[in-house]
């Protein structure tokens, strides 16, 4: 496609729900990565996928928060048994080639999770 | 990890003026990157600058980086109202593998 594409822009749960979240890169990037965002903060680093090798999950903040590639293109991040502080937008991105961070990242628009 | 600081944290200038916002880093990287951030939501891609380099341009945009002093600056000459947006720069990990970003810059810009 011609953008990161992710879905959906806004979802609200109850706590303790599990929710999915889903990132459709550019075609053709090899590198996705997730980060998180919480209200007037920077983003922080969750997972990172390059190829179909095996990711870089050093930023998940708890075992609640999984995240797959299938074929090296659509990524879902699972949050198990949501917690209010889980509440945030969550942003991926995607860039050409990953490992030496020698190309910028496209971002999507994001998903805004709410969390009552 | 090691993740850049922006400085000032938020700026507010009137449109035509110059807007300098400055980030400092702690440890070596490979190059820099900054990148702009409307209404919350994704970030767009502005700029990025080697390790080996010291000043580039974009259109309105200059950005300098000093690896001795480990900082950077993005300059914006003669802003807009639509320049109005969070700034971030981002430096690799340790790894190389994934950016960190520092908590930004809040830019207006008033007409």
């Known amino acids: 496609g011609a953008g990161v594409s992710q879905s959906p822009s806004n979802k609200v749960t109850e706590k303790g729900k599990d929710v999915e979240l889903r990132c459709d890169p550019i075609s053709g990037h090899t590198a996705l990565y997730w980060y998180r965002q919480s209200l007037g903060q920077g983003l922080e680093f969750l997972i990172y996928f390059q190829g179909n090798s095996a990711p870089d999950k050093s930023g998940l903040p708890s075992d609640r928060f999984s995240a797959e590639r299938t074929g090296g293109s659509v990524s879902t991040l699972t949050i198990q048994r949501t917690q209010q502080e889980d509440s945030a937008v969550y942003l991926c991105a995607s860039s050409l080639v990953g490992g030496q961070t020698n190309y910028g990242y496209t971002f999507g628009s994001g998903t805004r999770l709410t969390v009552v | 990890s090691q993740q850049g600081e922006e400085d000032p944290q938020a700026l507010s200038i009137q449109e035509g003026e110059n807007a300098t916002m400055n980030c400092s880093y702690k440890?070596?990287?490979?190059?820099l990157q900054w990148y702009r951030q409307n209404s919350g939501r994704g970030l767009v891609h502005l700029i990025l600058i080697r390790s080996n380099e010291r000043e580039k341009h974009s259109g309105r945009l200059r950005v300098t980086l000093d690896t001795s002093k480990k900082s950077s600056s993005l300059l914006i000459t003669a802003s807009r109202a639509a320049d109005t947006a969070s700034y971030f720069c981002a430096t690799d990990d340790q790894a190389g593998t994934a950016l960190i970003f520092g908590k930004g810059t809040t830019l207006s810009v008033s007409s």
């Open positions: 440890t070596s990287i490979n190059n």
